[in-house]
């Protein structure tokens, strides 16, 4: 069983900057993807960005330029680098992974990220 621990959230001011980590360990050989997804209050889960075992990367429109996802295989760890944050970027972000690019089963316990204006 894989499990995903994340870390790095925080309360930041509008137009600052935070780097969300997530290590993976467990059953890490099953994990072709890891990804980061978001959800504010009253609204649903969104997939944030992701990525693959070998870099390929997607990201959704209201982040693009401003996040970065990355991953280090060999510390079987991901990164969200947050840049530009906005208000509307609060919400718990939730670390996940699969075996697969759309079947994301794996998840973290969530991480808090407030931006003040």
């Known amino acids: 069983q894989v499990q995903l621990v994340e870390s790095g959230g925080g309360l930041v001011q509008s137009g600052g900057s935070l780097r969300l980590s997530c290590t993976a360990s467990g059953g890490i050989l099953a994990i072709y993807a890891m990804g980061w997804y978001r959800q504010a209050p009253g609204k649903p889960r969104e997939r944030v960005a992701r990525?693959?075992?070998?870099?390929?990367?997607d990201y959704a429109d209201s982040v693009k330029g401003r996040f970065t996802i990355s991953r280090d295989n060999a510390k079987n760890t991901a990164y969200l680098e947050m840049n530009n944050l906005e208000p509307g970027d609060t919400a718990v972000y939730f670390c996940?992974?699969?075996?697969?690019?759309?079947?994301?089963?794996?998840w973290g316990q969530g991480t808090q990220v407030t931006v003040s204006s």
């Open positions: 990525i693959t075992h070998n870099g390929v990367t």
């Open positions: 996940s992974a699969g075996q697969n690019w759309f079947d994301f089963k794996y």
